[in-house]
């Protein structure tokens, strides 16, 4: 049986997921502060404080209707 440790991201818009691996854990103020280390996030793939997650597609959706709403 395999086993892969990691984190699955998941569009808040359209639910298409990913599995980042991990990669490692680190430390911060001597020791005190762990966290865990994954692969670095899809190209295109953003997170937006007030929408949440998004894919590349949908990514490039938003911020076409951002500049057709700012007029770019």
């Not at 007030?50 to 894919?55: A, E, M, Q, V």
Request: charged share 30%; aromatic share 12%; hydrophobic share 30%.
């Amino acid at each position: 049986m395999a086993e892969h440790l990691g984190k699955m991201i998941e569009c808040d818009r359209c639910g298409k997921s990913r599995f980042l691996n991990c990669v490692g854990t680190d430390t911060r103020d001597g020791g005190f502060t762990k966290y865990t280390l994954f692969d670095k996030m899809p190209d295109g793939w953003k997170n937006h404080f007030n929408i949440g997650l998004l894919c590349d597609e949908c990514e490039k959706l938003y911020q076409e209707l951002l500049d057709e709403f700012f007029g770019k």
